[in-house]
């Protein structure tokens, strides 16, 4: 029996990086379609290993959690988000969590419901029918506008939101999968890490305007409740954040790693989401009728409860998530030697657990490349291994904002179709992985009045 797993052949110097750099989604397929539950690739310096079963990513992300870590891919990423909740590790990342959890908890997020449908009605007010407008794009700046709202107690202009929108571009060349990347230091004067530098500059300029705006309103005096949520004190993250540091257990630097991973991941996901769920929709008028008629048992306004019960919604989201997971592969690093599925895996190699090979796998889904929202009926999922899908990680480390992501998602899904229905009118479906993985073009889309 071999002792090095089976993966494809790579070329001097840059081994599997073209490949992946050319195509991360084919390349991922094509690996998990031919060559089973490991795969061995050569992506740069350190040895890469790729888990395509669903068991051995649950033992990674739950049941042997503590055994691996976030690894330090790109220092570009640290510079980026720091030790915010996404990348900070050990005693840091348990205290951030701690804190950061009652910002998330389950009430206060079903209570920013009103919030979430006021700025998803002030986006359908700019829209008429008959226009045409780019969905991610709209989305994206919505996305924005809640989670500042939701998170950090405030509200950003117009103009604000396109300055975070204008410098998400060069943020995302850089973390484009490139064998170059490996050669030429991050400290080298190329236009694409200058464009960089000032990207994160323009953004934390963002940050500083939205700490001037809240200085003083956190609120410090003491309640009963501390920072939980049944206090008195405003809960939003921003004044649970402030208030650790005014009372020393939060540094300015820790601050601003939070706002800034917060700012990036708590909009993106969720706008990509919402991006490729009415793709999906507009590529299948059936599903979307079956949506509408569902929203249409709404009275007025939608509310948290209302899209609670919304049981095809639900399915319909599941299955876009599947077919285009906005995160599409995790990364993870072993602290120790391990064996997985006979073979061992050394400390200090990189684990990639992808959804986008595992959620498309002919293993695990019966014609997986088709959009079947049905196929998330409990009697049909019951029989699938549970990291079968896996779009918000899982573990002690899944996603923080998973239930605000989907209530966002639902209550704008559900505010736009009232009034619209949207079709798509770009080009062929084309995508471009990143740290998330987006349409490589815009994404047009008709207006039309239901």
């Known amino acids: 029996m071999s002792t090095t797993p089976p993966g494809p052949k790579g070329v001097p110097v840059f081994g599997n990086g073209r490949q992946y750099a050319r195509d991360p989604f084919e390349f991922i397929g094509a690996c998990e379609a031919a060559y089973g539950d490991v795969v061995h690739l050569e992506l740069g310096p350190r040895e890469t290993y790729m888990l395509t079963n669903p068991r051995d990513v649950e033992r990674v992300l739950v ?12 220092s570009a990423m ?56 780019d969905v991610q794009l709209e989305m994206a700046r919505l996305t924005v506008r809640i989670i500042v709202s939701a998170m950090f107690g405030t509200s ?25 990347r490996a050669i030429v230091p991050d400290w080298a004067p190329t236009a694409e890490n200058r464009e960089f530098d000032a990207a994160v500059a323009a953004l934390e300029d963002v940050l500083d ?121 995790l990364f993870r690093e072993p602290k120790t030697d391990v064996r997985i599925a006979g073979y061992r895996i050394p400390a200090g190699s990189i684990l990639m657990l992808p959804q986008w090979g595992i959620h498309r796998s002919e293993r695990w889904y019966d014609d997986p490349l088709t959009f079947d929202p049905d196929r ?31 209530l966002e998602a639902k209550l704008i899904l559900a505010t736009v179709g009232s009034e619209y229905e949207l079709d798509y009118e770009g080009p062929e479906l084309d995508l471009r992985g990143s740290l998330t993985m987006h349409p490589d073009h815009p994404m047009p889309m008709r207006v039309r009045e239901r």
């Open 156 to 180: 950003i202009s117009a103009e604000t939101v396109r300055r975070v929108q204008e410098n998400l571009e060069p943020l995302g060349q850089r973390f484009e999968p490139s064998p170059m």
């Open 78 to 133: 640290d510079d980026l988000l720091g030790d915010g909740l996404l990348l900070s590790e050990g005693d840091t990342w348990e205290r951030q969590r701690d804190l950061a959890n009652p910002a998330f908890h389950a009430r206060r997020v079903a209570g920013l419901d009103d919030v979430m449908v006021d700025h998803a009605r002030d986006t359908v007010g700019d829209w008429s029918a008959g226009d045409r407008v």
């Open 376 to 406: 998330w009926e409990p009697e049909r999922r019951a029989d699938r291994p549970r990291f079968s899908y896996f779009p918000f990680g899982g573990g002690p480390r899944h996603c923080i904002g998973k239930q605000l992501s989907l």
């Open 209 to 329: 305007d939205v700490l001037a705006e809240r200085r003083g309103t956190a609120r410090d005096h003491p309640d009963p409740a501390g920072d939980a949520v049944d206090s008195s004190l405003p809960m939003d993250l921003l004044s649970i954040l402030l208030r650790a540091r005014d009372r020393g257990e939060q540094s300015d630097r820790q601050l601003r790693d939070e706002l800034m991973t917060m700012l990036l991941a708590g909009h993106d996901t969720t706008a990509l989401t919402l991006t490729y769920t009415y793709y999906l929709l507009s590529e299948h008028p059936a599903v979307r009728e079956r949506v509408h008629a569902e929203l249409d048992g709404i009275d007025g306004r939608p509310t948290a409860t209302d899209v609670r019960g919304l049981d095809y919604l639900d399915r319909v989201l599941s299955e876009a998530m599947r077919l285009y997971p906005p995160v599409y592969t």
């Open 63 to 74: 049941s042997e959690w503590a055994k691996f870590r976030k690894p330090d891919l790109d």
